[in-house]
């Protein structure tokens, strides 16, 4: 008897440290698991942000050849071809993942970045429309003021192009976007205003302060704004505007302005002497 339950403590105890084996064994490689998932999530972070761009499409191209329905994966392909500014392949890419059945309407409005990155301006506009209206967001709405203004509806493209601002924190690219619509349709003294609007929010728009010396130049103010600029930003915006004033047929304003513009810059500034020599000798 004594026998008997001495074997089936034995046996009770070899199973315990079986089963004790077995569920640390389940745990490692759970913990394995995890680490991996957590590896594999900060690479992934790397390589939509830090990494060059290309080296991000291969390995989004590698993970999902093993993982073809992981929707993350495939917006990383995605978001990865964009940031290469390679936007023909962006476009399939992210209409692959419109397809997938987690897909938003956020990927919707990737999707049309993309074309009209791509100069699919048509197919934004459809895949824009084919967003639920509730969706109101920053991106959506400064896409649909870009198809607005692709199609001169200006009523429509002032519409988005406000609402975008209101919408945003940082609203300095889309004023600059928005005076140039209105640079574009003739309306100078808005457009002016809405530059000036965008350097105010964000300084370092060289973009909106050329474009601002462009709408002075169209209105004959041939002196530089009031802006904050170094003084290479300087000499490139009086060159500007010295290029304004030949296409409003001043060219002896022209010439001053190139003068000054050749000796604000800290370096030879190449394009403002042979626009110069081409005025002097022409």
């Given amino acids: 008897m004594r026998h008997t339950v001495l074997g089936t403590l034995c046996f009770v105890s070899i199973a315990a440290l079986a089963a004790c084996s077995d569920t640390d064994q389940e745990s490692v490689e759970r913990a394995i698991q995890d680490v991996n998932a957590v590896d594999e999530s900060n690479l992934s972070d790397v390589m939509l942000t830090v990494a060059d761009p290309n080296e991000g499409i291969s390995y989004f191209q590698r993970t999902l050849k093993d993982n073809p329905d992981r929707i993350d994966i495939q917006r990383g392909l995605a978001i990865s071809y964009v940031r290469a500014k390679r936007y023909t392949e962006a476009v399939p890419a ?35 429309n084919s967003i639920p209206p509730t969706h109101e967001t920053f991106k959506r709405y400064r896409l649909e003021a870009m198809i607005a203004d692709s199609n001169q ?49 964000d300084s370092t728009l060289f973009t909106a302060k050329n474009n601002m010396v462009l709408a002075r130049g169209a209105q004959r103010k041939y002196t530089l704004p009031v802006i ?27 010439k001053v302005l190139l003068r000054e513009a050749i000796e604000t810059h800290p370096q030879h500034f190449e394009a403002a002497v042979r626009a110069l020599n081409a005025l002097e000798n022409s």
């Fill in 94 to 128: 992210w209409a692959r993942v419109t397809k997938h059945k987690d897909s938003t309407a956020t990927d919707l409005v990737d999707l049309a970045d993309s074309q009209i990155r791509a100069g699919q301006w048509d197919a934004a506009e459809e895949t824009l």
């Fill in 153 to 201: 509806d200006w009523n429509r493209a002032d519409s988005f192009y406000e609402i975008a601002v209101g919408l945003t924190t940082r609203p300095g690219g889309v004023m600059n976007n928005w005076g140039y619509s209105k640079l574009t349709r003739g309306d100078y003294a808005e457009a002016e205003r809405l530059f000036g609007e965008a350097i105010r929010q």
């Fill in 228 to 254: 904050p600029m170094v003084q290479t930003e300087r000499a490139q915006l009086l060159h500007t505007l010295a290029l304004s004033a030949i296409k409003q047929g001043d060219t002896e304003t022209s």
